[in-house]
């Protein structure tokens, strides 16, 4: 199950001894150091790491809305340099724009592409249908819940049609029993519309539960530690026996990082 | 359901604690006027009300009380317009541009602290006494306000929600129009409304130096006549219609910006 980080060079993304530094006065916080990974078309990536280890830098890199210090990363063999709307974001803090309605967020990415407004209502109409907030089309993003929020900033990414989504610890402000469910929801709804994702988190068992590979970082400076693939039958019950023994072997390696 | 009652009954609340604070402050000034020696400088409020319920049909001066007001709305309407289409433009380019901020922030802190009022006799020799003085002295007290809520609006924008908006597919004059001007409204109404009573006060000044009607007209020549009844029956009429203006933006702005307050 455990595997050495071999990189395939046909990959859909390509993440290629990447490495960030910040410089601030005369220090030099290095914080990504040669993380290597690469990811396949419609593959469930979640990137497990310890606190703050600089996970959102490396889904900033991966977004385009920061630069390395040093390597690349290529998504179907182009170049990585600016944000695009091929990859979509999902962001912790959610990042929804607070002066539009839930319509108006998820239908915000086809909007600015000039997508007649027809067809811009359907796609709309669909996604927030396959999130689960049918009749909250006309809500603003303050009156609703912290998992319904969650719920609006995965159908905006979505909506949008990236063939890659990156999400940045989408559930770490939920309340337990509410991240749960965002993890059976999000697992449902990638069956139903598959993507390639690339998944943050600092949750074991969120990762386990919805990973087709584990790729464990380091604590700072970040690097790859470990591969893990996880073979186990989607939709898949935390309470099973290979669940927990999964579980238990990655605890094991996430232990040593520190 | 419950909260609605709580609701309900907090508003209700308000419009007691607020009568009762009228009242009181009514019932003080006539037992003031009536049992001490303020009489000799102060009329009774109701004088006061009397004198102002019948220049509405009783000429003070020239014209009836409402159209001394109208005439005092004009020139604020006038000056505040032209603060808020110079005002809110300057203010978003400070605020979105660096380049715009280094080239105008310096100009505008050094004029920042020159009250409104310190322009009129420049004012008075640029446009004489007539009416354009008064606008412009309206508008350079209005626009202080709005220029910097405009500006600090605009250069607070979340850049999460910028870099989520370039995640999915803005450009940057999208990203200015989406992204930037809506989220910078609340700040610029909240100098609207700082920018409205400054000109409110400043028409009021302009018209205590040289003006033939207006309700800074009806304070000056009250004083001139000696006339305590028609000073604070001017100025009761200046509160009561700052009061109603303050009153319209704030409605227009819970129109406008319905997504930044909790449980509407």
């Known amino acids: 199950m455990e595997h050495s980080g071999k990189i395939k060079k046909d990959a859909m993304i390509l993440c290629d001894h990447v490495s960030k530094s910040f410089v601030n006065g005369n220090e030099t916080a290095e914080v990504l150091k040669d993380i290597t990974l690469s990811v396949e078309e419609n593959e ?188 186990l039958q989607r939709p898949r019950d935390n309470m099973s026996s290979e669940f927990l023994r999964l579980r238990e072997e990655i605890g094991r390696h996430v232990e040593m990082t520190r | 359901m419950r909260k609605k009652i709580r609701f309900q009954n907090t508003k209700a609340e308000t419009a007691v604690y607020f009568c009762a604070s009228l009242t009181g402050l009514l019932l003080i000034w006539y037992l003031a006027v009536r049992y001490t020696n303020l009489n000799k400088v102060m009329p009774s409020p109701f004088e006061v009300f009397a004198f102002v319920g019948s220049s509405f049909v009783k000429n003070i001066g020239s014209r009836i009380l409402p159209f001394h007001i109208l005439a005092s709305l004009k020139r604020v309407f006038v000056g505040y317009f032209l603060a808020c289409i110079i005002g809110i433009p300057l203010g978003i380019i400070m605020g979105c541009s660096r380049t ?40 350079v007290s209005a626009i202080v306000s709005i220029i910097l809520n405009s500006y600090s609006g605009a250069s607070q924008v979340d850049p999460i929600l910028t870099g989520a908006a370039k995640m999915l597919g803005a450009r940057p004059i999208q990203i200015f129009f989406y992204i930037t001007l809506p989220s910078s409204v609340p700040q610029i109404f909240a100098g609207l409304q700082v920018g409205l009573s400054s000109s409110w006060m400043a028409v009021i000044a302009a018209e205590m130096i040289r003006a033939s009607e207006g309700a800074g007209w009806i304070i000056t020549t009250g004083m001139e006549s000696g006339n305590t009844v028609q000073i604070l029956s001017g100025m009761i009429s200046i509160g009561l219609v700052g009061l109603l203006l303050a009153s319209l933006l704030r409605l227009m702005e819970r129109g406008l910006c319905a997504w930044n307050i909790q449980g509407k």
């Not at chain 2, 901020?101 to 322009?119: C, M």
């Open chain 1, 44 to 231: 469930f990536v979640v990137i497990l790491g310890p606190g703050q280890c600089g996970k959102t830098t490396l889904v900033n890199i991966l977004a385009g809305l920061e630069r390395a210090s040093g390597g690349e990363v290529t998504v179907n063999g182009k170049k990585v340099t600016d944000p695009e709307p091929e990859r979509g974001v999902v962001y912790q803090k959610t990042a929804l724009f607070p002066w539009l309605t839930v319509e108006g967020n998820v239908g915000f990415g086809p909007k600015m592409a000039g997508v007649p407004k027809k067809e811009r209502k359907e796609r709309t109409k669909h996604y927030i249908e396959l999130v689960g907030l049918s009749g909250f089309e006309k809500s603003y993003p303050i009156k609703l819940s912290g998992g319904m929020r969650q719920r609006v900033g995965i159908a905006r990414a979505y909506c949008n049609n990236p063939s890659v989504l990156l999400m940045d610890e989408p559930f770490g402000h939920l309340d337990a029993q509410t991240r749960y469910l965002m993890q059976e929801e999000v697992e449902r709804i990638w069956s139903q519309d598959k993507r390639t994702v690339i998944f943050v988190t600092n949750n074991i068992e969120e990762a386990v539960y919805l990973a087709d590979r584990i790729v464990l970082l380091s604590n700072c400076p970040t690097t790859v530690r470990n591969e893990f693939k996880i073979d």
């Open chain 2, 100 to 139: 715009g901020k280094a080239v105008i922030k310096p100009i505008f802190e050094l004029l920042r602290p020159i009250p409104g009022l310190a322009w009129i006799p420049l004012a008075i020799l640029w446009f004489g006494i007539g009416e354009s003085s008064k606008y412009f002295i309206i508008c």
